[in-house]
């Protein structure tokens, strides 16, 4: 029985927004305790994360075109090639992502030269870089194994991953910066050992419950004779759907450097900014999942109508409640920025910019669910190139007019990126009522 039969859209995402909400808290959750510890920190952590988040791109080359073929071959009941898949998909991103850990720690220091991190933060950030970076091949793995997780409709394995690294995570930064460990002064140090040992939790974990609910095999024996056909497609079908992504990041990062010269106070606002902005994107970010889900299996079984159909439902359920989310979150930013700061400034902007990001949330969550669902029937190609002209045409373009030209600072900054998310989301919107993405399966 296709999973479309047996689960319901909600019933696919609950689990992935519990574990998208758990991720990102699992990222914020060293920003949120240091920023009791140490302002400066915080921005360290948050220039080293950004870096960090862009190498570790390499990873969604293998991990997002998992997600497509799995649910495509599943969906056409191919099931004898699926532990072949499972082996090529883990065995690459684990090469590749030691490749980007031996980069991360030899090279820390000329990566985060590049960004103008401010000196004062520099050698926190360098620190928690080293540290961490060295562990990153954890997350490739994790985020492989999860993708494999959701396309067999088992997405609440997710959310016990999650949820245990993030346990853990809070009660290591705990030890290091406010309990029994903290006489030994490690701060931002501790919290990057912390950081690591919990990644490493969840990868061992997600191996576990990988051989129990799954019952998949990953062995060597299955690469002789070795499987080119699927590593092709997996790399065909990755490196457009990465490169999106990839784009995303290079422009956020030219973007983080316009904001770096614009000194403290931006640059803080903007990394908290970005947290609580974050928690009005979850939703449509599970819906999205779960969606493409649901349309892999679909456009697999050749039932393309069901996966133009449930696409714009979902849609117009993630916009409703994303409003509602990131309305509340503008609203109420003046009492929770202060949960982070009590400079008056850093509130007063950071008020400002989450109005900007309630409008930028109506475009990003069209891109989210849409381009996801395209990714998922095997329309790669095109949100790829439309993303790398507007996020660059506009985001970053726009972002240095507004932002640096016309001095409009943060906010200029901000409204740049809600120009390039909203003319994104009408372009693919149009596409997909179009139906230019059918016919485009890999099974």
């Excluded at 000329?110 to 520099?122: E, K, T, Y």
């Excluded at 950030?125 to 396309?151: E, P, Q």
């Excluded at 299996?297 to 439902?313: F, M």
């Excluded at 901000?414 to 009408?426: N, Q, T």
Aim: with cysteine.
């Amino acid at each position: 029985m296709s999973i479309e039969q047996n689960q319901s859209v909600l019933k696919l995402a609950w689990p992935i927004f519990l574990q998208m909400l758990l991720t990102m808290a699992l990222g914020y959750a060293d920003t949120i305790m240091m920023s009791h510890y140490s302002d400066v920190a915080v921005g360290a952590l948050g220039n080293a994360n950004q870096v960090m988040g862009f190498l570790a791109l390499a990873f969604t080359i293998i991990s997002s075109a998992t997600g497509v073929v799995v649910a495509q071959y599943l969906g056409a009941q191919k099931y004898d090639a699926m532990d072949t898949i499972y082996t090529v998909s883990i065995g690459f991103n684990l090469v590749l992502s030691l490749v980007v850990c031996s980069v991360v720690t030899v090279f820390s220091g000329a990566l985060l030269g590049a960004m103008h991190i401010p000196q004062i933060m520099f050698n926190d950030a360098n620190r928690y870089m080293k540290i961490v970076g060295l562990f990153l091949f954890s997350d490739a793995v994790v985020n492989t194994f999860s993708r494999i997780f959701n396309c067999h409709g088992n997405t609440l394995i997710g959310l016990v991953i999650i949820f245990s690294m993030n346990i853990f995570n809070i009660a290591g930064n705990y030890l290091f910066l406010y309990g029994p460990l903290a006489y030994l002064d490690l701060g931002v140090t501790g919290v990057a050992i912390s950081t690591s040992t919990s990644k490493v939790l969840g990868m061992l974990v997600s191996f576990i419950l990988f051989k129990v609910c799954i019952k998949g095999r990953i062995s060597p024996r299955l690469l002789r004779p070795f499987p080119a056909d699927i590593l092709t497609k997996l790399i065909k079908l990755g490196i457009p759907s990465a490169g999106e992504n990839i784009s995303y990041n290079i422009a956020q990062i030219i973007i983080t450097i316009f904001v770096n010269t614009l000194g403290a106070v931006a640059i803080t606002t903007k990394i908290y900014c970005n947290i609580l902005g974050g928690f009005s994107m979850v939703f449509s970010i599970a819906m999205a999942g779960a969606t493409s889900i649901i349309v892999g299996h679909n456009v697999g079984a050749g039932q393309y109508d069901r996966a133009y159909r449930r696409v714009l439902t979902s849609l117009a359920v993630a916009i409703s409640v994303s409003a509602v989310i990131s309305g509340a979150n503008w609203l109420l930013s003046p009492f929770t920025l202060r949960f982070f700061t009590q400079d008056k400034n850093i509130v007063a902007l950071g008020t400002s910019i989450l109005f900007i990001a309630f409008l930028l949330e109506f475009g990003r969550c069209v891109n989210l669910v849409v381009i996801q669902s395209m990714r998922a029937a095997g329309d790669i190609v095109f949100p790829t190139l439309l993303g790398i002209c507007s996020m660059w045409g506009i985001s970053v373009g726009v972002a240095w007019i507004l932002g640096i030209a016309l001095h409009l600072g943060l906010r200029g900054i901000w409204i740049a990126m809600a120009a390039d998310e909203i003319f994104r989301a009408v372009v693919v919107l149009i596409r997909w009522k179009k139906g230019t993405w059918r016919n485009r399966a890999v099974v």
